[in-house]
């Protein structure tokens, strides 16, 4: 089964988003840095490689949000695998595949949280909870308020 990693890069009370620009690849979706975990390559490894080559920010210190099984048209069934990083306040991003992706932009993670389901890629709500719940950060509402939150 073919496994993928996103990267929750938080920087105080806001998330970096960028947009996909590839027709093949979830095209104009809003998403984490990330992708899929290569051969040989444990979900920490890919994870980190990825945030550097998307993104030029170069760590170790990834804190894993859990795994979801999700569906994606252009993908079919994968696992993914969330994990989450403090940026210092003085750091940028830099976008470097401009290709692939129109720039990181922080947005705050409640707005995250108002973005459809349908212009974000599978998963991403899931993992912005996860994350603000691993830094301490206020609890945004549910992203469904007919359902019941924990």
């Avoid at 993670?109 to 603000?132: R, S, Y």
Wanted: with cysteine.
């Amino acid at each position: 089964m073919q496994k993928a990693v996103s990267i929750v890069v938080v920087q105080g009370k806001k998330a970096f988003l960028g947009t996909r620009l590839n027709l093949l690849d979830n095209y104009g979706k809003r998403c984490f840095p990330g992708g899929k975990v290569e051969d040989g390559e444990s979900c920490l490894q890919s994870a980190c490689r990825e945030l550097h080559q998307e993104t030029g920010f170069l760590t170790t210190e990834l804190l894993p949000l859990g795994k979801l099984m999700l569906q994606n048209p252009d993908f079919g069934t994968y696992e993914a695998h969330g994990f989450a990083v403090r940026l210092p306040p003085k750091v940028r991003l830099v976008n470097r595949e401009p290709k692939k992706n129109g720039g990181w932009k922080a947005i705050p993670l409640i707005h995250i949280l108002k973005i459809g389901d349908e212009n974000l890629l599978p998963g991403t709500k899931f993992f912005v909870k996860a994350a603000a719940s691993q830094f301490g950060l206020a609890q945004a509402p549910a992203s469904n308020p007919g359902k019941a939150s924990n």
